[in-house]
Each structure stands twice: as C-alpha cells, then as structure tokens.
C-alpha cells in the first residue's frame, strides 16, 4: 500500500525473489536472524526490544558499533478518539 519508492525497491529486490535454501526466511526470529545478521547484507524488521537482549548477548562492542537501525519503514500517525471523562482509558491512549 506504501508509495515509498524505498520501500518500493525493498520488496522486489529482497522479498519477491525466490529464495535459495541457505538465505535467509522471509518470516523468522531473531535467533536464527542474528547469523545471517553478523555475515553481513541482511536486515531484520522487529520490535527493538524484543531484539536488545539477544543482540547484545550476541554481538560483540565493535560489531554493535556497525549496527544501524533503518528508520522510515513504517510510517506513523496521529489518530484521534473521543473517551468519556474521567474515563479509565484515558491514561491507556496518552
């Protein structure tokens, strides 16, 4: 549904294409991403605090240096909803 051209590119140049049977899965977790991760050319998409942790048991300083998060993938918006007062969802959606 994305216009981005980034994301654009990114879909048929690494998620379209077949894939061969030492690549990397399209869906997987970030326990069989972090080889493919440190051999270099792969991204993975996740929460970063699902990921913190095992990254940091698994990398070592001077490779957590090269890291880098990809920003723009998803974008965000601002949505907008009508709560009663003093209703006790009101914290929930701040």
């Known amino acids: ?8 590119r ?3 140049q690494k998620l379209l294409p077949l894939r061969g049977k ?4 399209i869906y997987t977790n ?5 080889s493919y991760i440190k051999g270099g050319s792969y991204a ?3 929460e970063l ?6 990254i940091a ?3 070592d300083i001077n490779e957590l240096c090269t890291l880098r998060i990809v920003e723009g993938l998803m974008d965000t918006e601002l949505m907008n909803g ?3 007062k003093n209703s006790e969802y009101t914290e929930v959606f701040r």
């Open 1 to 8: 549904e994305s216009k981005s051209s980034t994301i654009s």
């Open 49 to 54: 605090v699902d990921a913190f942790h095992t």
């Open 10 to 12: 990114l879909i048929t």
């Open 30 to 34: 970030i326990k069989t991403a972090i």
């Open 57 to 59: 048991k698994e990398f």
């Open 82 to 84: 009508i709560l009663h």
């Open 22 to 25: 030492y690549d990397l899965p």
């Open 44 to 46: 993975f998409h996740c």
